[in-house]
């Protein structure tokens, strides 16, 4: 599995590469333009007007729902807007899921995790009218809710445990903020607090280490040490390049990386607007806060101290000299060094401000570092706020407490459509807009543009809570259909994305889910939650490819493995190949949205993986020990577990002479290969 895992991710690097070239190349040419100059153009080059017309900029409107022929079919506004849609079309909405079959999709939606049979028993044979409305309450107040809607917005901001590039460092820690997003998706924390926390909290209070940890959101990214210094200026300005980046896509939904080197060539983001948002940033600095007794942090501090200058000394040396035999000598007495680190106390990995070492933000000409134009101070994008509203002081105070009022004031007309059109993506598979993190011209139209201003509206109403709209949704006649459509050939026709939504859309399962579903119908999860990111065994060979292999250090105790998938370290150099194969994401930059593949690696993986196989046992046992050991039992169990029904007849014969044939681990095997166990609907 080794050889294809690496496979897939060379194939997979190969094409992401030529498509970074191939773009690139055309960026630059736009750029130059004719004249083979870059552009130098620092005033607005958009006609304003014209640019505030499009969908995206336009204030966000509170539309009443329209009127529609069948009202049979209505539960909440939401059902009027789609039904609309579908009538106009001339399809017929889905008739609705099975009671079974929506536990199954509404629990995993909600948890990630499959439903039990008792559960799924329970909820068929309640009749009472409000005992779907009692599930989706049970659901939003688990602890596995956050767990699981937290992955989502991990996603988006890039999380990450370590720093990338060769070096791959691990910031020590990281796992609080995971946890810190766990906590405030349970919570219901308003989603302006949310954003205001990973912003600015350690403005805000930076005695709280509830905010100090919030603001770890600035140091999710990639750095490239450079030997060990991140503040040189290269290293300083790839820094806030990726932090400006992940801010426009994560909260605005827009492609702002674009006009680092000239001005947006498809939205209205001119070259200094991009560096107005950046000069937000110019004051923020990394800022370990060792936690713990007094003592031991003065001691790691000294000898941290230490060991630094020790480093820093021979560092110095390396660079000063071309002969080959000192430089070999030179990186033994580094690597040693190195190795006398101690382990760090517990540690929140965060930010302040600094502002003696403020970065001097300028238009950076083609948007190299060390060709500066003029100065940028702090401002929002032009295109988002009124003419008159002038730049801030460089070093007026607060700085990203004031981006953070921008960002979530309610005349801002994009930061409420983009969060809600998230949630909806991750409830229907695909967003009403299709590309979450691009809502420019050159991104997706919204499929109801009405709905998503309803929407945002209905979120700033409800002061920005997730929760009341999680309800509307899943109370919806839309989100209760089935997947399968009414008239398939007309549906297929019409409408093959079925972006009118006229039936639920049937999704395969993620990376997590699949994996954390296996634990679970096994009865091996773990449901411990919170804490130290756990390293699970992976192959030798993967470890080997390390720069430093001493930083997979395998969690000691095996019953930690077991536990959910999010708990697991998020690794940039090394990732799971299960995982990997099923898709997660590379964490070096916002997902907004993962693609769902199918390839061999998958089967592979199902079939002759150590993870699969591994749990396959666990599960044979938990049949054998549920079922007495006789074979029509241990059928009708499997498939309760693993799928939430009973077999069909000639799933029943088949398992019949397959367990003559084979042991039970090979058909609890097969279980989790099923589409029933991959798929809901």
Not at 16 to 29: C, E, R, T, Y
Not at 62 to 91: H, M, T
Not at 171 to 177: C, E, N, S
Not at 578 to 587: K, N, R, S, T, Y
Request: proline share 7%.
């Amino acid at each position: 599995m080794i050889g294809q895992s690496a496979t897939a991710t060379g194939v997979r690097s190969l094409r992401k590469v030529s498509a970074v070239l191939v773009a690139f190349a055309v960026h630059a040419i736009v750029a130059l333009g004719a004249t083979g100059k870059a552009s130098s153009n620092t005033a607005f080059p958009y006609d304003i007007k014209k640019a505030r017309a499009f969908w995206a900029f336009r204030p966000i409107a509170n539309p009443a729902p329209p009127a529609v022929k069948d009202s049979n079919r209505i539960k909440n506004p939401i059902d009027q807007f789609v039904l609309a849609r579908v009538e106009a079309a001339g399809l017929l909405p889905a008739g609705p899921a099975s009671r079974a079959e929506l536990i199954r999709r509404v629990s995993f939606d909600l948890t990630g995790l499959p439903p039990t049979p008792e559960d799924i028993k329970g909820f068929v044979d309640d009749d009472s009218t409000d005992a779907y409305p009692r599930l989706i309450e049970k659901l939003l107040g688990s602890v596995h809710f956050g767990e699981r809607w937290a992955q989502h917005w991990l996603d988006t901001v890039r999380y990450a445990e370590t720093e990338g590039f060769e070096y791959d460092r691990h910031l020590p820690d990281a796992w609080r903020f995971r946890d810190y997003v766990i906590d405030s998706i349970n919570a219901d924390k308003p989603f302006d607090q949310f954003i205001t926390e990973q912003i600015a909290g350690d403005e805000i209070d930076p005695k709280d280490p509830a905010l100090q940890t919030a603001v770890i959101f600035h140091r999710l990214g990639p750095v490239r040490r450079n030997a060990g210094n991140p503040d040189i200026a290269l290293s300083r300005n790839e820094v806030l390049t990726e932090r400006t980046d992940v801010i426009g896509a994560t909260f605005l939904g827009l492609t702002v990386g674009c006009a680092r080197c000239h001005d947006h060539r498809l939205d209205p983001i001119s070259q200094k607007d991009y560096y107005r948002l950046q000069a937000y940033l110019a004051a923020t600095h990394e800022n370990d806060i060792l936690l713990g007794p007094t003592g031991a942090k003065k001691a790691f501090e000294e000898k941290t101290r230490t060991i630094k200058a020790q480093l820093k000394k021979l560092r110095d040396q390396l660079g000063k000299t071309d002969d080959e035999q000192t430089q070999t000598r030179l990186k033994k007495k580094i690597a040693a060094i190195e190795k006398t680190q101690p382990p760090s106390p517990p540690t929140i990995p965060s930010i302040h401000n600094d502002f003696k070492t403020r970065t001097a933000i300028h238009v950076l000409k083609r948007g190299e570092w060390n060709l500066k134009g003029e100065p940028a101070g702090p401002r929002p994008l032009s295109i988002l706020v009124d003419e008159a509203v002038p730049e801030l002081p460089a070093d007026c105070p607060n700085p990203r407490t004031q981006l953070a009022r921008w960002l979530t004031d309610k005349k801002n007309p994009v930061t409420a459509r983009v969060i809600v059109n998230r949630l909806w993506q991750h409830h229907f598979g695909t967003g009403l807009v299709k590309t979450p993190n691009d809502f420019g011209s050159h991104g997706d139209r919204p499929s109801h543009p009405e709905l998503l201003d309803w929407l945002a509206t209905q979120l700033i109403k409800n002061g920005w809570r997730m929760k009341p709209l999680h309800r509307l949704i899943l109370l919806s006649n839309t989100y209760q259909q089935a997947a399968r459509p009414s008239s398939s050939e007309a549906a297929t026709e019409l409408d093959p994305d079925n972006r009118l939504l006229s039936r639920f859309n049937r999704r395969r399962l993620s990376a997590e889910e699949i994996r954390d579903a296996m634990l679970h119908v096994s009865g091996r999860l773990s449901v411990r939650a919170g804490g130290k990111s756990v390293i699970v065994p992976v192959d030798a060979e993967l470890i080997g490819l390390l720069y430093k292999p001493e930083q997979w250090q395998v969690t000691s105790d095996p019953t930690e493995h077991d536990r959910r998938s999010i708990y697991l370290i998020a690794k940039r150099n090394l990732r799971l190949p299960f995982m990997e194969a099923f898709d997660q994401p590379a964490l070096t930059t916002s997902c907004g949205r993962r693609e769902t593949s199918t390839h061999a690696p998958q089967a592979l993986e199902m079939l002759n993986g150590t993870l699969a196989n591994a749990l396959a046992e666990s599960f044979a046992k938990r049949l054998q020990n549920e079922s007495s050991n006789e074979p029509d039992r241990i059928i009708e169990r499997g498939f309760q577990l693993a799928t939430g029904r009973v077999p069909t007849a000639n799933e029943r014969e088949y398992a019949r002479g397959f367990l003559r044939d084979q042991p039970l681990r090979e058909f609890a095997l097969a279980l989790f290969n099923l589409n029933a166990f991959l798929y809901v609907e």
